[in-house]
């Protein structure tokens, strides 16, 4: 039984950091593919950075240059390091697993798409002022 469980959200403000952490248990982590995806109000969720099972980042356009992941195998938690906050990234934000076969570099060209992740945390919410 997979279950991603986020955390480090919270209420910033403008210009601040944050970081979010996603710990992954019930899966062989380092085989698999994941990412993380935010949901503001009456929005769709879109995603914002994911890590392939090569360890290859890959990242929103819009947020490049903000937005950093990482992904350590040893812990089994993903990692989303957020900077200079801006108002507009206040959303839902949700980790995402996938869990292979198909999660090396190669295939990995989709991973903004939702329906390719098998396994969704709860999210953790972060809020920025």
């Known amino acids: 039984h997979v279950q991603l469980v986020e955390s480090g959200g919270g209420s910033v403000q403008a210009g601040g950091s944050l970081r979010l952490s996603c710990a992954a248990s019930?899966?062989?982590?380092?085989?698999?593919?994941m990412g993380w995806f935010r949901q503001a109000p009456g929005q769709e969720r879109e995603g914002v950075a994911a890590?392939?099972?090569?360890?290859?980042?890959n990242y929103a356009d819009s947020l490049k240059g903000r937005f950093t992941v990482s992904k350590d195998n040893a812990e089994n938690t993903l990692y989303l390091q957020i900077t200079s906050m801006k108002p507009e990234d206040t959303a839902m934000y949700y980790c995402?697993?996938?869990?292979?076969?198909?999660?090396?570099?190669?295939?990995?060209?989709?991973?903004?798409?939702?329906?390719?992740?098998?396994?969704w945390g709860q999210g953790t919410q972060v809020t920025v002022s």
């Open positions: 890590v392939d099972a090569d360890g290859n980042a």
């Open positions: 995402a697993m996938d869990d292979g076969p198909n999660c090396r570099s190669g295939d990995f060209l989709d991973w903004t798409t939702l329906g390719r992740y098998t396994y």
């Open positions: 019930g899966y062989t982590y380092s085989s698999s593919c």
